[in-house]
């Protein structure tokens, strides 16, 4: 006999796979090291490429903009799912349909939340890793005689 189908099941399965919000984002980006990439750091010595770090906060901007896209579209769906009829199978059916939509935005909710978080940091090390350059910089300027 053939197994009876259960949305409620099928979008359990979907989910369970779904993993964690940063298992999502190393998805798209793969486990690089992003800071690794954007600071050099070397046998006592590092070095700090403005450049590569714009290039690495771009990357998190385009996957925060994508993960927005996414919330409309899950939102959109969601509001689209209605039963055909109004017995019971099809409310229950549209029900698991609105569950799991309701799972997918939450999930969205946290990568949204985790790659909003990680892009404020990254700023806000730029800006200090900036700051302390600048700072370093100035007396060895006024020392020199010349500037940079």
Same mark, same amino acid.
């Given at each position: 006999?053939?197994?009876?189908?259960?949305?409620?099941?099928?979008?359990?399965?979907?989910?369970?796979?779904?993993?964690?919000?940063?298992?999502?984002?190393?998805?798209?980006?793969?486990?690089?090291?992003?800071?690794?990439? $954007?600071?050099?750091?070397? +046998?006592?010595?590092?070095?700090? /490429?403005?450049?590569?770090?714009?290039? &690495?906060? #771009?990357?998190? !901007?385009?996957?925060?903009?994508?993960?927005?896209?996414?919330?409309?579209?899950i939102d $959109?769906?969601?509001?689209? +799912?209605?039963?055909?009829?109004? /017995?019971?199978?099809?409310?229950?059916? &549209?029900? #698991?349909?609105? !569950?799991?939509?309701?799972?997918?935005?939450?999930?969205?909710?946290?990568?949204?939340a985790y790659?909003?978080?990680?892009?404020?940091?990254?700023?806000?090390?730029?800006?200090?890793?900036?700051?302390?350059?600048?700072?370093?910089?100035?007396?060895?300027?006024?020392?020199?005689?010349?500037?940079?």
């Amino acid at each position: 006999m053939a197994e009876e189908f259960s949305a409620e099941k099928g979008l359990d399965d979907v989910f369970a796979r779904a993993g964690s919000a940063l298992a999502d984002v190393q998805k798209v980006y793969g486990t690089q090291n992003w800071v690794q990439t $954007a600071v050099d750091v070397t +046998a006592g010595k590092w070095t700090f /490429d403005a450049e590569q770090i714009d290039a &690495v906060i #771009g990357q998190w !901007e385009d996957l925060l903009e994508d993960l927005t896209n996414d919330r409309s579209a899950i939102d $959109a769906i969601s509001m689209q +799912a209605t039963p055909p009829s109004g /017995d019971d199978p099809s409310n229950k059916f &549209v029900e #698991g349909i609105r !569950e799991g939509m309701r799972s997918l935005r939450e999930s969205n909710d946290s990568m949204v939340a985790y790659v909003d978080d990680f892009l404020g940091r990254l700023r806000e090390a730029k800006e200090k890793i900036g700051a302390t350059e600048n700072n370093n910089a100035s007396p060895m300027q006024a020392a020199s005689g010349r500037p940079e």
